[in-house]
T-cell receptor, first 112, second 114 residues
């Protein structure tokens, strides 16, 4: 089992460009999450999903959109990237809420 | 919403000594408190968690204690080893119907000196 995978691993964007980050899990987990990690800020939840076809806002949702068309995939989109979105993005999944979350390897995004 | 404070932000200990990291939370309705370890350049991984109906939980050299009255919980690592060097994050569940979220502390960088 691959667990949780993320594509791409690294990306550099110019301000105003758009991109989509892909998260995939092969554990049949219902719950999926997108976090961003900035130095000294811990992990902050952007959006999450409680099942196929559902999405909900987390702590810092502005500037991001998500979609969960298939149970195993959770996509994070940036429509118009800004330098403030430079960060490391982690996807995670869990079988049930308030239980172990399995994290992907992360995507390092730089917006110039 | 829930607010989680984590202290200290950095901690250095000699190999073999104990390390303690403390977190406080604001919402008394929070009921799930995990701890994650993140090695440099790696993904966070769960090392231990505790629920509000339990006061203490141990797993080999790692233990977590929960004081619901004071709204704080702590991670204890005994007989520290160099491989314990990492950033540790605490988290607390955000209560409320349909929430399903965790709030994380800002992290503690633990350095174990051989």
């Amino acid at each position: 089992n691959a667990g949780v995978t993320q594509t791409p691993k690294f990306r550099v964007l110019k301000t105003g460009q758009s991109m989509t980050l892909l998260c995939a899990q092969d554990m049949n987990h219902e719950y999926m999450y997108w976090y961003r990690q900035d130095p000294g800020m811990g992990l902050r939840l952007i959006h999450y999903s409680v099942g196929e076809g559902t999405t909900a806002k987390g702590e810092v949702p502005d500037g991001y959109n998500v979609s969960r068309l298939k149970k195993q995939n959770f996509l994070l989109g940036l429509e118009s990237a800004a330098p403030s979105q430079t960060s490391v993005y982690f996807c995670a999944s869990s079988w049930v809420p308030y239980n172990e979350q399995f994290f992907g390897p992360g995507t390092r995004l730089t917006v110039l | 919403g829930e607010n989680v404070e984590q202290h200290p932000s950095t901690l250095s200990v000699q190999e073999g000594d104990s390390a303690v990291i403390k977190c406080t939370y604001s919402d008394s309705a929070s009921n799930y408190f995990p701890w994650y370890k993140q090695e440099l350049g790696k993904r966070p991984q769960l090392i231990i968690d505790i629920r509000s109906n339990v006061g203490e939980k141990k797993d080999q050299r790692i233990a977590v204690t929960l004081n619901k009255t004071a709204k704080h919980f702590s991670l204890h690592i005994t007989e520290t080893q160099p491989e314990d060097s990492a950033v540790y994050f605490c988290a607390a569940s955000i209560p409320g119907a349909g929430s399903y979220q965790l709030t994380f502390g800002k992290g503690t960088k633990l350095s174990v000196i051989p």
